[in-house]
């Protein structure tokens, strides 16, 4: 278990989870209330590095302590331990799913993680229970899953990816009635319960930026003809329906934000401020479930004395 | 493509696929001749840096040229280019495997990686063909796919996981009669040919380590509580069966090196040198396929226009 000792910021934010931070108390979503994403600054910096430079300094310090953690994590399920995790990406088109999973995961061993990007369902899909597909992407007992709702919502057709999504597209296309909706709403909730109940600790962070800076983004995007493969026409007409998807994400975030499956609003207009806190929220969670290698169940002498035999 | 101008070893091996060095015609197994590994110096330099810390700074120097051909490659699968990449690792206990996963793979995106590590097969699929569950586990259209073969022989208590070793396995044991796994040779060529057909690249690599560095890292297992877990009693039975293990890979590498889909054999004495070399050989497949980014398909001064309105 992390040391809770100190209550202040450690002054070495981003190093160990040991430090007195918790970056999670900061960014989780209290569940139940009404929420307003208006009001969050997604150019907050409510705790750890203050600058570029220091953020991604911050960042590659925590990358051998995520990295020994999972290694921690993989080496107690060879010896029957079940715990996982699941970290789960939403937000805005060009909020930085993407680039989130290529820097935060890239720090952690690529064999113990599993990133599913979810597409549009399929037609077979859509005649299944909307969480089936979710069910088959989960991590295994000892892996890291990450869950990128991967396509921009103008591509997704009708019913969404994650599960979230689901219960956004449904209510700002109207393709779902919204006691169906609402119904949703409780399932993701009995899901995530009985995940968490099953050993996974879910970590689901919406990645929250500004409409000026998808803006910037997305003309970015245009001024580069490398990156027009990731540009969509219909990406501008679904800005005209951001203050539809601002609501329901707030309704969603209010809705499924539970003391077992928190959300998080993390401020993302800085990009390494971003990556800095899925890390640093990692690195907490981790910390916390404080996997243990297993100790060996043979005789270590025995074997050393056999091995310098051959 | 790669220029192939200069036929001499470049001076910059590492940084360009475009320097003349193939590193995949020096590593490559010729097929058809019989194949005698003891004759392989699992220490050998072949090619490229000479000193470990030349090649840190090597597979170093890699890293943006493979993350760019990935990230190119994915860009043309969005546009319907169905290539992806497969690259295939095996090697006796403690070659490296995992290692190179962790080194190699961690320099691509993890986005667009799939690593599969095979294990035992679950009775359900010893009873359906034994190339079903790799069919199941190829890469996508855009994404490079890893084949570990994770578990030490001796936890395989039948057949065992990748193609390769659903021959090893059975020879050594004498677990198939030897026209069946004659049968399984031809069956795995006919389907790494249509594989390549259907648009893989696939580069297979036996990561080669000497009896005497085997237990070198088996002995350093056994040294650090922390690596208890990776150690297995059995591992010991089973390097008493190394020269049957080593005639089985020589015949299966003999056997099912082909044109279309070839052997590589990867000095692993030095996990420097292993690394570096297969990070080498992504890096000259990857090039040759030259994946391209997909042109804009919209007009680029319209979108710019309507985004600056908003």
Known sequence: MPKKGSKGLGKKEGSTAGDGLALRKLLRVPGGKPMDLAAHDSREMPAGPRDRQAGLAATTDLATPLADLQERLWAASTAGDRRRVLLVLQGMDTSGKGGTVKHVIGLFNPSGCRVHAFKAPTPRELRHPFLRRIKKALPQAGELGIFDRSLPH?????????????????????????????????????????????????????????????????????????????????????????????????????????????????????????????????????????????????????????????
């Open 154 to 310: 103008a591509r997704l057709r009708s019913r969404g990816g994650t599960p979230i999504e689901d219960v956004l597209i449904a209510r700002v296309r109207a393709l779902a009635p919204a006691a169906e909706i609402e119904r949703r709403y409780d399932e993701i909730n009995r899901f995530e319960k009985a995940l968490t109940g099953d050993g996974v600790t879910v970590i689901k962070c919406f990645l929250h930026i500004s409409y000026d800076e998808q803006r910037d983004r997305l003309l970015k995007r245009l001024d580069r003809p490398d990156k027009h493969w990731k540009f969509n026409v219909s990406d501008i007409d679904e800005r005209a329906l951001r203050p539809a998807y601002q609501q329901a994400y707030e309704l969603a975030l209010e809705r499924c934000s539970t003391p077992h499956a928190p959300w998080y609003v993390v401020p993302a207009d800085r990009k390494w401020y971003r990556n800095w806190a899925v890390s640093r929220l990692l690195l907490e969670h981790l910390s916390e479930l404080d996997p243990r290698y297993p100790k060996a169940d043979f005789d270590v002498e025995e074997a050393r004395r056999r091995l310098l035999e051959q």
